[in-house]
T-cell receptor, first 113, second 111 residues
Framework: DVKVTQSSRYLVKRTGEKVFLECVQDMDHENMFWYRQDPGLGLRLIYFSYDVKMKEKGDIPEGYSVSREKKERFSLILESASTNQTSMYLC????????????FGPGTRLTVL | QKEVEQDPGPLSVPEGAIVSLNCTYSNSAFQYFMWYRQYSRKGPELLMYTYSSGNKEDGRFTAQVDKSSKYISLFIRDSQPSDSATYLCAMTNTNAGKSTFGDGTTLTVKP
C-alpha cells in the first residue's frame, strides 16, 4: 500500500526556533512536494523536488528551505519560525512522469507561539 | 485573480442527493484535471483525474471537463454520509511539474 509519512502530527514551537519537518515515502517516487494549507487560502506549494538534491521554489518559498539527500526523504526547514508560519503542512509525492497523481501524507499541524 | 476558482460552499445535502462540485480556471495550458477528497484531519487523497475534455465515471462519481468553457465538475450520485469531506479540484499541464489547487468545497451529507 502506498504510503507517505510525516514525522509529527502536531508540533508546537516558539518564535525564532529552527524547525524541521520530515517526510518519507516508500513508493520510489521521483517527485516530492511541500504544501501549507490555511483556511480561505487553500493548498499552497512551498517547494518541490524532481530528484535527489534537486529543488524548485513553489509559490510561497520565503522563510522556508528544503533538503533532499535521499530519494525517499524530503525535509522542510523553517530557519527562524514566526507566528505567521502557524499552519497545516502537507507533504506529497508522485511518480516522475505523473505529477497529476499526488499521494499525500497525513499532515503536520504546526503552531508557532 | 486566482488561476483556479472553486465554488466555496459549504454544501449540505440529504443522503441520496446528487451533488455537483465545480471549478473554473484561466490557464488554457492545463491538460490534467484532478479531484481530491480530504477528510477532516487527514491529507487529501486522489479520487480521479481526467485528461483533456470529456467525462470519466468511477462508481458513483463522474468527473466532467469542458475545456472550451474552462469549467470542470464532479458529480456524486446517491450521496452517502461517508462522502462528507472537503473536495479539492487541481489542474496541471505536462510540463509544469506541479499542480494548482482550488481552495476546496466542504460537503456534508446528512442521514
Amino acid at each position: 500500500d502506498v504510503k507517505v509519512t510525516q514525522s509529527s502530527r502536531y508540533l508546537v514551537k516558539r518564535t525564532g526556533e529552527k524547525v524541521f519537518l520530515e517526510c518519507v515515502q516508500d513508493m520510489d517516487h521521483e517527485n516530492m512536494f511541500w504544501y501549507r494549507q490555511d483556511p480561505g487560502l487553500g493548498l499552497r506549494l512551498i517547494y518541490f523536488s524532481y530528484d535527489v538534491k534537486m529543488k524548485e521554489k513553489g509559490d510561497i518559498p520565503e522563510g522556508y528551505s528544503v533538503s533532499r539527500e535521499k530519494k525517499e526523504r524530503f525535509s522542510l526547514i523553517l530557519e527562524s519560525a514566526s507566528t505567521n508560519q502557524t499552519s497545516m503542512y502537507l507533504c506529497a509525492s508522485s511518480p516522475g512522469t505523473r505529477v497529476n497523481e499526488q499521494f499525500f501524507g497525513p499532515g503536520t499541524r504546526l503552531t508557532v507561539l | 485573480q486566482k488561476e483556479v476558482e472553486q465554488d466555496p460552499g459549504p454544501l449540505s445535502v440529504p443522503e441520496g442527493a446528487i451533488v455537483s462540485l465545480n471549478c473554473t480556471y484561466s490557464n488554457s495550458a492545463f491538460q490534467y484535471f484532478m479531484w481530491y477528497r480530504q477528510y477532516s484531519r487527514k491529507g487529501p487523497e486522489l479520487l480521479m483525474y481526467t485528461y483533456s475534455s470529456g467525462n470519466k465515471e468511477d462508481g458513483r462519481f463522474t468527473a466532467q471537463v469542458d475545456k472550451s468553457s474552462k469549467y470542470i465538475s464532479l458529480f456524486i450520485r446517491d450521496s452517502q454520509p461517508s462522502d462528507s469531506a472537503t473536495y479539492l479540484c487541481a489542474m496541471t499541464n505536462t510540463n509544469a511539474g506541479k499542480s494548482t489547487f482550488g481552495d476546496g468545497t466542504t460537503l456534508t451529507v446528512k442521514p
